[in-house]
């Protein structure tokens, strides 16, 4: 049954990836990273539209929706999630602002709200591809980007999107940082959470 948004979605793609190794030492407990991903349809594909709105409004039904999907991934409540990061992807038919309004007005406020906080900017990234493009989604810590050990990133793909008149669009949470983090910064433990940066 389709998800109840305005968007029409082709598919949703949801990825984990567990880190239970790094440079021979174990990872204990593994550092987990899920993406939820979304191909829709772009209805402005071909043509310039000054009003960008319906997307804008996609973007806010699918914030909660994948990250609704990325938490449950991980089998973690919300406000277990420790990083997030989005990104999105046009077909070449396609604008990177098509991109940026499902990214950038809303969609981080629902994300919010599924993990229970999240002080920080959402750490974002844009690109036009084609088939099978890979989107490296850039992660950072949800209440406090001075968090070095949570400076990252994922890299997803699906390999029938976009196609030319579609949008992937996509968000990871985390339940942890980098593996081995030794780089200084801001411990996790020291997060006040109070204005995005520490």
Known sequence: MQPA???RIRKIVTIVEEVHAEMDRPIHPPTRRAAAVAVIANPFA???????TPLIEIGEELGGLLAERAVAALGIDGADAESYGKAAA??????LEHAAAILHPKLGTPVRKVL????????SS??????????DVPLGH???????SHFDGMEVRVPDAPRADEIVVAVVVT????????????????VKGEDGLR
Do not use: F, M, Q
Request: aromatic share 4%; proline share 5%.
């Open 46 to 52: 071909g043509r310039y539209v000054e009003d960008l």
């Open 126 to 135: 844009k690109k036009r591809c084609g088939l099978g493009g890979v989107l």
């Open 5 to 7: 948004t305005s968007a």
């Open 90 to 95: 046009v077909g070449e038919n396609g604008e």
């Open 142 to 148: 949800k209440d406090a980007a001075y968090v070095r």
């Open 116 to 123: 229970g906080k999240g002080a920080a900017l959402i750490p």
């Open 175 to 190: 339940d942890s940082g980098r593996p081995l983090p030794r780089v200084g910064g801001l411990a996790k433990d020291a």
